[in-house]
């Protein structure tokens, strides 16, 4: 444990430096200025015997649990819910969103630290989402007979739990009164370590994503921008992402094509260095914050909530990530019936991105000329796209109706 917390310590020093030049790394920091004092203050007002936490590590995972969220208010009016964030991509995004009484940072994963915040907020129910595995609350929890679950939870081969340094990471899977999973095979693995203490749900996103279909407003910039022209939509993409997508773009068969690029990142250097790629590529382009030009080949959208209400609007999709941090959301699109494309093999590690593929909804590529043949493909006048209706439409359906099983789960 000892290992662990050290790791923890240079963690929180390594982003404090970091945090004179990195944006993000800055708000990680201020957002964790004085967190006692504010959290106490919030939760005073509120009657702590009712409490839920519930913690998401960035904006995905808060996607995952909102439906969960949003149940256990319709359900239970009377409690009072506790979000908190790791990372500042879902906390900046999230904190002003009503759904929930307190929205903070999780402070860092001191041994102390986790002893006041749980003396502090003194949560009836605690869930997490998907991910995060921080020990010395976990253990604190524990110690506390706080009743804790994970929710959506996957796990993979490559996990620190499956290793022979996991000791301690094994161990505090059994502080989770229960392990609700996405996939049996995640059950399965969690058997070769004698972890016995979960069922297999399946994925709450599959409610979150069919909620904002069924809940679509039209967003007229988007319909005066497509106009009568095929549409690509780039979700979630980091430079490397737009450089691919741009060196196929440019190359269309279908000249009557648009692009929305939707930066993972949208502070003001991630958008410049957007900006300079399209204009190395020579591209007409527009910002959604601006007056939109109508007549630009890309529009650069600036600013964040749009993304999975946008898809409706695509003839196909490019997802982003797997040049950074990892495969982003394929859900939000394929929902709508459209075919999606992304890089690499990284892919592997999302059940959901496998399952596309094997539907033959989605397909991976290696470089820009894999991707424009696929934008081609995806684009052209053979293409069956009612036939991948047809199937997104039975997957979604088959996987649907799992936060209400996750509610009754855990009991509240």
């Known amino acids: 444990m000892w290992v662990y917390n050290l790791v923890i ?21 201020n957002g964790r200025k004085n967190w006692r004092k504010i959290i106490f203050n919030k939760v005073a007002k509120l009657n702590r015997e009712q409490l839920v936490w519930i ?10 649990g909102r439906s969960l969220i949003e149940a256990i208010k319709k359900k239970r009016p009377d409690y009072k819910i506790l979000v908190s964030f790791f990372s500042p991509s879902g906390y900046e995004a999230f904190k002003d969103w009503d759904g929930a009484d307190i929205i ?24 997490f989402i998907k991910y995060e595995f921080w020990l010395n609350f976990l253990f604190r929890l524990k110690e506390k007979s706080v009743p804790t679950f994970l929710v959506s939870a996957i796990f993979k081969p490559h996990h620190p739990f499956f290793k022979w340094y996991g000791h301690i990471f094994r161990k505090s899977l059994k502080t989770f009164n229960k392990l609700l999973l996405q996939d049996e095979k995640s059950g399965e693995l969690l058997k070769t370590i004698g972890v016995t203490n979960y069922e297999v749900f399946g994925d709450t ?15 007229p910039q988007i319909v ?34 648009k692009l929305i690029l939707v930066p993972h990142n949208i502070d003001d250097n991630s958008i410049s260095e957007t900006v300079n790629q399209l204009k190395e590529h020579q591209v007409n382009y527009s910002l959604y914050t601006e007056s ?42 394929s929902v709508y019936g459209i075919p999606i494309t992304f890089y690499g093999n990284d892919y592997e ?21 894999e991707l424009l043949d696929v934008f081609d493909t995806f684009l052209g006048n053979n293409y ?29």
Request: glycine share 4%; aromatic share 12%; net charge positive.
């Open 104 to 127: 903070c940072y999780l402070p860092l994963d001191t041994k102390r630290n986790a002893k006041d915040f749980i003396e502090i907020v003194k949560p009836k129910t605690v869930i």
């Open 55 to 64: 913690h998401c590590a960035s904006y995905g995972e808060f996607e995952q």
């Open 9 to 29: 310590f240079l963690y929180g020093f390594v982003i404090k430096i970091a945090s004179v030049k990195k944006q993000k790394a800055k708000y990680w920091v």
């Open 349 to 369: 590690k999302y059940n959901e991105a496998v399952d596309l593929i094997k539907l033959g909804t989605a397909v991976n590529v290696a470089n820009s000329e």
């Open 292 to 333: 939109i030009n109508n007549e630009a080949q890309v529009l650069v959208v600036n600013t964040m909530g749009l993304l999975s209400k946008m898809y409706y609007y695509a003839d196909c999709a490019y997802i982003g990530g797997c040049f950074d941090s990892g495969l982003h959301n394929t859900l939000e699109p």
């Open 224 to 257: 005066s921008f497509k106009g009568n022209s095929k549409l690509i939509i780039a979700g979630s993409t980091y430079q490397k992402d737009v450089d691919l997508i741009l060196n196929a773009f440019t190359k269309l068969k279908n000249t009557n094509t």
């Open 384 to 412: 069956p796209i009612n036939e991948v209706k047809e199937k997104l439409n039975t997957y979604f359906e088959s996987n649907a109706n799992v936060t209400a099983k996750v509610l009754a789960a855990i009991n509240i």
């Open 205 to 219: 996103r599959f409610d979150r994503v069919l909620e904002i279909k069924k809940n679509f407003k039209p967003i």
